[in-house]
């Protein structure tokens, strides 16, 4: 299942089918490969085998909002802007990306769900957060 969807999108920004754009599955599809790659980055990488990744087995709806605010952020919102002065599209483009950061950060903090045995259920035991990968506190 897809971390999210055009009527998903539809739903943080109300008018986004209203600049010529009918269907924005390809900067979706975009997004959840971005958001995938930072869930290997910062967590599966070093604490798993690389090649037994599996995106298949993460909870799609954690990530929703991630993969929204990543589409939007950098291949919906550039797409549509002008990149001259005044333009509102830059400013959306800067507001999902901290709002991406942010989101990230907190579900990373919050734990990620991943079906380690492929029962279709997240064990909470399973569930890892970004402290339990971090092997060094660093200020």
């Known amino acids: 299942m897809p971390f999210a969807t055009n009527q998903i999108l539809q739903e943080y920004v109300d008018d986004i089918f209203s600049h010529g754009v009918d269907d924005w599955t390809d900067e979706l599809n975009k997004a959840e490969g971005d958001v995938i790659n930072q869930i290997k980055v910062r967590y ?14 993460l909870t799609s709806t954690q990530w929703t909002r991630a993969t929204v ?3 939007l952020s950098t291949h919906i919102m550039p797409k549509l802007s002008t990149y001259r002065v005044d ?26 769900e991943y079906d380690t045995d492929g029962d279709g259920a997240v064990d909470p035991e399973s ?11 660093y200020r």
């Open 87 to 112: 333009d509102v599209f830059m400013e959306q483009i800067k507001f999902y990306k901290e709002q991406y950061a942010e989101e990230l950060d907190t579900q990373f903090a919050v734990g990620i």
């Open 69 to 71: 605010y990543r589409a």
């Open 44 to 57: 599966w990488n070093k604490t798993h085998n690389r090649s037994a990744f599996d995106n298949t087995k």
């Open 127 to 137: 569930e890892v957060t970004e402290w339990d990968v971090q092997n060094r506190l």
